[in-house]
């Protein structure tokens, strides 16, 4: 069964950066999402199979960049300008219907990832 683990996160100032990744993400679509306290999961990027699209939820845009690097088996989450409500813990997720193109599925649905990992904590303080 393969698994994915997170890294990457911790404790930086607003306006710092920090550089998530993922591990063992089997060459699958891959999303990264965040769950604050008391808040619902949301999305916050995603890459294709291929690494030719990615997406972003628009408070992230200009900020995050995520990337894939497929000889490591890993994907990446570029997060800068890091602001206090980027505090959350991020998890990272692959799903088989985006990468084999079933045309219902949204790189932003929660639903639509089946393989999870554990997440990674990110506080940023002022």
């Known amino acids: 069964q393969v698994q994915l683990v997170e890294s990457g996160g911790g404790l930086v100032q607003a306006g710092g950066s920090l550089r998530l990744s993922c591990a063992a993400s089997?060459?699958?679509?891959t999303g990264w999402f965040r769950q604050a306290p008391g808040k619902e999961r949301e999305f916050v990027a995603a890459?294709?199979?291929?690494?030719?699209?990615?997406y972003y939820t628009d408070s992230v845009k200009g900020r995050f960049t995520i990337s894939r690097e497929d000889a490591k088996n890993t994907v990446y989450l570029q997060m800068n300008s890091l602001k206090i409500e980027d505090t959350a813990v991020y998890y990272c997720?692959?799903?088989?219907?985006?990468?084999?193109?079933?045309?219902?599925?949204?790189?932003?649905?929660?639903?639509?990832?089946?393989?999870w990992g554990r997440g990674t904590q990110v506080t940023v303080s002022s």
């Open positions: 997720a692959t799903s088989d219907k985006l990468s084999y193109g079933w045309a219902s599925a949204k790189f932003s649905n929660g639903l639509d990832y089946n393989l």
């Open positions: 890459i294709s199979r291929s690494g030719g699209n990615t």
């Open positions: 089997g060459r699958k679509a």
